[in-house]
């Protein structure tokens, strides 16, 4: 009954009806709308904008404090999905998995049906996640602790696993980045004895290797990978970014309905996310990316993820806010943050004079407060959403908008959300390399997520690998949870396969009987030349794991062999996997094209000179603002660099140019130096003319 | 490029010179209209970045002229990267203070190649906090005291992060001092994963500074009985009840190698979280900086903001870290020698 009480309590508190809900109603709407651009903005993360909005919390009651910061962390993972659904550039890190099949929606016109599914299965997700909050209460100290250092680091493998497997028919591709992904995240001092790895200091130099001590930044990579293909892309095919406009079915109330239509997935995905959030320890990256996972697993027609399903949006989309409740189960019960969100408001606790543990649990003390928490995220998830719907049809017309005046904003806040993670122009360069290394993977066919996966989970399975084998010996693989996450590691791998040969006998079936139309079948000879590029990409592949079996023999020094174990563990099957993808790339000769293959949105025909042409020059843009911010700095860049690319590279009207030019310098200086005090730095020039 | 692009391009450029140009206008007082940029090694949230933007709030209204604190987070290398941009490339003009952990100092002693600086040389302007290190067992054990630890036949698990940090060095540095037969699980990712696996009784227990012991383990010391964290061991005075009567480690290692080896390590703990200067940085505003300094660590709005936020304040003045830094500089070679271990010197195989 108490618990009733502070439940009941914990809504009151926060609704403008009493002195108290009145403050905590009108801090919480601030705290949305500053996630609600934070969230968008790809350049600012929701962490650091928490560390931005802690010092202002010391005069406000608990209640308040909390309907400010946590109604401004659970809105971040909602918007965040509509910039990754319209540009491909992730808003949040955490929004990464909803690019992967919510912008080749955007693509096809239906831009308004993938945000209204996101914003949809969001809402589901986060009011999931805060009634798992709300349950997980009273049993929260099992929950928390039955998972030990030899599970999480199964959890691990089993999560890169799945998402790997996903590639469908090339499994040795998926699985080759996967392990791409576990090298980059041995990049930097290794979690145990602080030995460099792969710090490429004789090529970058000591400040380049410096800067790698601290590893590959996942947002510059994210960033990079999914951001810097969509904007090639958009430059050479020009128009704008939605190729077909495709009316009603395009429309939001179409992804809202397909929510309900897959209200099972939107559920699952949701209790993923909520379990995942409630392990501490994982961060905010899994949950997407395997909820990702279980959307495509679970769905009878694998071939169409990647090119737009709309379970590809429901699944991350609902997980990716439902771990927020989530993960501050073991915050408030043990003061044990989950993620770097976690961590900050952790620090608000402490501010606030709470004592996380059981007195949050205690109706005499902050029962009623906790259960605010669960409130405070489904309230705020419900006004944004609401927000959203009203301006929803609006916001996805900006797919319709011509590409070229949106290319130099996405250039620029690309370039800021690398800048952006540690202040650095380090990161800037990441996102330029790995933007690179995304067009390429595109381009000869190479699956993203699992490079993204294995970079999250790297470090996790590493250290908790070397924690479970060092208390329990070899006797951690018979653990219970070990035993039960390997099952469920075989039927992720077994059961794609069963799957692909009942399809096959179906095939076969079909064939034999005569009554049904057969698929017409045709095979198709790959020209030489693709192959000749497949084969050198893979070859790329290779040549990495190579390197890294190269550096664990003779790269470390002799007191170093712990630090070169788990390299060694990864780079041999990295070797064969990447091997057994060149093998396949040398030797297939064919492809097989079936004529119901889901039809992807309608490439226009770009002439190949004319494609090659604006390749070139949109390569050299890119590098262009590159230099631009290297060189005279963000500012005078979103004026000088925005101009130059409307009026020269896009032969814009006059008129048009200047007013986009403004419109950036305005959002540049006015948002992000004159009110967030974000300190740019200063370019090369007023450094050498001394004006630094 | 079109002539009339190209004029518009210099009009851009030239009219975005003068408007930076006329914000640095000369005033009667150095730092007026200025802004004063604090370079902190770690990323935003960490106790770096907690202290020193807790600091940098109030500093503006005790330097003459007022000028603006910004923040500016340049991670690397565990804060190296910032200690070698404040010696080797930041302007020694007082408008750059640099926030990077002095542990580095002794890995520069011990022989670390990539710290490029002579750590007498910085302008020391102050530190908040001195560190308390502390060790402590879980309830579990069926151990209490030091005395107990020591006597323990089998070997403790102690919980630890990475190399170079307390939870690694400390329990290493007193098997070889104290005689202490602890094994160190590193691998963990911060203190908070230690404070789960010692409640899982994944581990026994571990070691670092009670000032942040205190407040995160604060629901596990008021546990009872198998799931209490107990500390038994620390350095430095402190007066909270479950640490007030704890042997202090100086008082427990024998030997005159064994202490100078932990006072080498322990005085990189006696200023935590410092600023500092540029070298060459005018000693007029060093001066400048450290009465600001001084007056912020008495401010009473800070303090209250520093009493809310559980930041404990033990003020430690320019002139007390330019001694520490002395001290840690000229290390015997024997202690260097026992702590050769902290520093990773390549050996090719």
């Known amino acids: 009954m108490e618990y009733l009480d502070s439940f009941y309590s914990g809504l009151i508190n926060i609704l403008p009806f009493s002195t108290q809900g009145q403050s905590s109603f009108l801090f919480m709407l601030l705290g949305i709308s500053i996630g609600f651009v934070v969230g968008l903005l790809p350049g600012l993360g929701g962490a650091t904008t928490l560390a931005l909005m802690l010092p202002f919390i010391y005069k406000m009651d608990p209640t308040t404090a909390f309907a400010f910061l946590l109604g401004s962390n659970a809105v971040t993972a909602t918007t965040g999905d509509i910039t990754s659904v319209l540009f491909g550039v992730p808003g949040e890190g955490i929004t990464a998995a909803t690019i992967v099949d919510g912008h080749p929606m955007a693509k096809k016109g239906e831009a308004g049906r993938a945000l209204g599914a996101a914003l949809m ?68 001092l290794d979690p145990i004895e602080s030995v460099p790895r792969f710090t490429l200091e004789p090529i970058l130099g000591e400040g380049g290797g410096l800067f790698l001590w601290d590893g590959v930044a996942l947002v510059a990579v994210t960033v990079g990978l999914f951001a ?6 958009l430059a050479v095919q020009e128009g704008a970014i939605a190729k077909q406009n495709v009316g009603k079915l395009g429309g939001v109330w179409q992804g809202v309905k397909d929510t309900f239509i897959h209200w099972k997935l939107v559920l699952r995905c949701s209790a993923i996310g909520a379990y995942i959030g409630l392990l501490p320890g994982l961060g905010g990256g899994p949950a997407q990316w395997i909820a990702y996972a279980h959307a495509v697993q679970s769905s009878p027609d694998k071939e169409r993820f990647g090119k737009g399903a709309i379970e590809g949006v429901l699944g991350p989309g609902a997980a990716n806010n439902s771990k927020e409740g989530g993960s501050l189960v073991p915050t408030i019960a043990f003061g044990v943050p989950g ?163 009942r399809e096959k006998q179906k095939k076969i079936a079909a064939r034999l009987d005569a009554t049904q139309k057969p698929r017409s079948e045709t095979t ?39 630090a070169a174990l788990f390299p060694l563990i990864i780079g041999i099957p990295g070797l064969i996997l990447a091997l057994s993808a060149f093998g396949k790339e040398v030797f297939t000769t064919t492809k097989v094209v079936t004529d119901d293959e889901v039809p992807s949105w309608e490439e226009p025909d770009v002439e190949p000179d004319v494609a090659r042409q604006r390749m070139i020059s949109i390569i050299m843009w890119t590098l262009g603002f590159f230099f631009s911010i290297w060189f ?61 | 490029m079109k002539k009339g692009t190209l004029y518009l391009f210099s009009l851009a450029v030239v009219f975005a010179f003068l408007a930076s140009a006329s914000s640095s206008a000369l005033g009667a007082e150095f730092y007026k209209n200025k802004t004063i940029r604090f370079v902190v090694g770690y990323s935003p949230g960490g106790g770096y970045d907690t202290y020193t933007r807790a600091v940098a709030r109030h500093m503006g209204k005790y330097i003459p002229g007022n000028p603006t604190p910004i923040v500016q987070n340049m991670t690397g290398g565990g804060s190296l990267i910032a200690a070698n941009y404040i010696y ?151 007066n909270s009840p479950e640490v007030r009567n704890l042997p202090q480690v100086t008082n427990v290692i024998k030997g005159k190698d064994n202490l100078s080896t932990f006072n080498a390590w322990m005085a990189t703990y006696q200023f935590q979280r410092p600023i500092s200067l540029p070298p060459g940085t005018p ?60 520093v990773r010197k390549k050996k090719k195989k």
């Open chain 1, 339 to 501: 993620s770097v969100s976690m961590a900050i408001l952790l620090g608000a606790f402490i501010i606030q004079g709470i004592v996380p543990g059981p007195d949050l649990l205690d109706p005499d003390k902050y029962l009623t407060l906790t259960f605010s928490f669960v409130w405070i995220i489904v309230v705020s998830n419900i006004i944004t959403v609401a927000v959203c719907f009203l301006f929803l049809n609006q916001i996805a017309k900006i797919t319709f908008v011509k590409g070229t005046y949106l290319i130099p904003f996405l250039l620029l806040l690309v370039y800021l959300g690398g800048f952006a993670v540690k202040n650095s122009f380090g990161d800037m360069a990441m996102v330029l390399l790995f933007g690179t290394l995304g067009w390429f993977m595109v381009r000869f066919d190479w699956q993203r997520p699992p490079l993204l996966i294995g970079l999250v989970l790297g470090n996790i399975a590493e250290s908790n690998l070397f924690i479970a084998s060092k208390i329990y010996g070899l006797s951690w693989l018979i653990r219970p949870g070990v035993i039960l996450l390997f099952l469920l590691l075989l039927s992720g791998i077994l059961y794609p396969l069963y799957q692909n040969y």
């Open chain 1, 632 to 692: 005279v700095g963000f500012i005078y860049s979103s004026v000088i660099a925005t101009f130059l690319y409307l009026k020269v590279g896009g032969r814009e009207p006059w008129l048009m140019s200047i007013f986009l030019t403004i419109v950036a310098w305005l959002f540049f200086y006015g948002l992000f130096d004159y009110m967030l005090h974000l300190p740019f730095p200063d370019g090369q020039l007023q450094i050498w003319l001394g004006w630094a």
């Open chain 2, 88 to 238: 080797n490339r930041a302007k020694p003009d007082g408008l750059t203070v640099g926030n990077w952990n002095g542990g580095l100092i002794l890995q520069k002693t011990l022989g670390e190649k990539k710290a490029r600086f002579e750590g007498d040389k910085f302008g020391w302007v102050g530190a908040p906090v001195k560190g308390l290190p502390a060790c402590a067992i879980m309830g579990f054990t069926g151990l209490k005291t030091l005395e107990d630890v020591m006597k323990y036949g089998k070997r403790l698990k102690m919980g630890a992060t990475r190399a170079g940090s307390t939870t690694d060095d400390l329990p290493k540095i007193l098997n070889k001092t104290l005689g202490t037969n602890f094994d160190v699980i590193s691998g963990y990712r911060g203190t908070a994963t230690i404070r789960i696996a010692m409640q899982k009784g994944e581990i026994d227990g571990a070691c670092w500074g009670w000032e942040s012991m205190g407040v995160t383990a604060r629901a596990m010391l008021d546990a009872k009985g198998d799931e209490k964290l107990i500390p038994f061991l620390i350095q430095g005075k402190d």
């Open chain 1, 524 to 562: 198709e000879e790959i020209p030489k030349r693709t192959r000749l590029y497949n084969s050198l990409f893979a070859l790329f592949f290779v040549l990495i794991f190579a390197y890294v079996l190269r550096e664990v023999f003779f790269g470390f020094g002799e007191d170093e062999d712990r």
């Open chain 1, 228 to 233: 810097i293909p969509e904007i090639v892309d």
């Open chain 1, 121 to 188: 299965s969001s809402l589901v997700g986060a009011v999931f996640g805060a009634f798992a909050l709300a349950l997980a209460i009273p049993l929260v100290k099992p929950l928390v602790l039955s998972i030990g250092a030899a599970e999480f680091f199964m959890l691990a493998i089993v999560g890169i696993t799945f998402v790997a497997s996903l590639s469908g028919r090339n499994i040795f591709k998926g699985l080759t980045a996967g392990a791409l992904g576990l090298v980059l995240a041995m990049v930097g």
């Open chain 2, 283 to 342: 000693k007029s505003r060093l001066n400048i900086l450290r009465k600001a300094y001084a007056a912020v660590m008495k401010d009473p709005q800070f303090l209250a903001e520093a009493k809310k936020s559980k930041l404990i304040i033990n003020y430690v003045s320019g002139p007390e870290i330019e001694k520490y830094v002395h001290q840690i500089m000229n290390t015997p070679a024997k202690a260097k020698e026992a702590l050769s271990f902290l």
